[in-house]
């Protein structure tokens, strides 16, 4: 099916694909947002280029695909909750994306998807992969698939979110952070599609079977995503955006661009409890 409020240029054949013919500064049509969400859902990320928001309209962009979502452990800036800042400079110690990951796949409800827009990049690098949960699912063997159906596995915060406010310096004694069991492999709710749904950053082990078992398997589908077939590269300009879906792909930052600044906003919609329609 053709689009007509927006032109979508697909970038490979599994995933990814660039909007042009729309400004994300005004407010947009009912037909401009089910054509956005459709492109989302056909290519599981979408980019954007030339395109100078500030808060207020990235917020409004974000509402259009759902209720917004607060990040359990990086706050807002001044009365702006719902806002992930996504800064890098000279005196960090690791980036924030920087091992392929669903958004706080720990959450019960884990993020349906992610909107974010840079506002500085640096001179040469700091691109972000995508890679689609689709395309791993579907390249395993038959056998594999009916037995990662029948399992489940935990995410947990805690290990992510300690290791980083501890390199900041930041003491989080005490604090409690989502932890939850989903099914290894999801039922996309809008295209019925499945993907593997368990990640390096959040996914700490498969319930009920051994270690051993557990580590063997994650590693297998962790692999997976690094696989390049099934991915794309987007390289930012200032001002470009990306529009992510959590449920369907998994993403990682690249850091080869120390000490240079890359900074922005990510705005991050709220998603279901994952589930396997088998
Ligand atoms: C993130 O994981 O949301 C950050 C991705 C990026 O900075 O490219």
Redesign the pocket.
Known sequence: MSYKTIHVKPLTRHIGAEISGIDLSIPLSAEQVAELRRALLDHLVIFFRRQPINLDQHLALGRYFGTLHVHPNSPGPDGYPEV?P?HTDANSRR???DRW?S?VSCDEAPPLG?I?HLHTVPPVG?D?LFSSAYAVYESLSPGLRGYLEGLTATHDGGPNYRERNRLKGIDDTGKVYPKASHPVVRTHPESGRKGVFVNPAFTTHLDNVSKAESDAILNLLFDRFAVPDYQVRFTWDRDSI?FWDNRSCQ?L?VWDYFPEV?SGY?VTINGDKPYLRT
């Open positions: 992930l996504i980036i924030a994306g990951h958004d992610s974010l700091g972000t990306a993403h930052a890359r990510r």
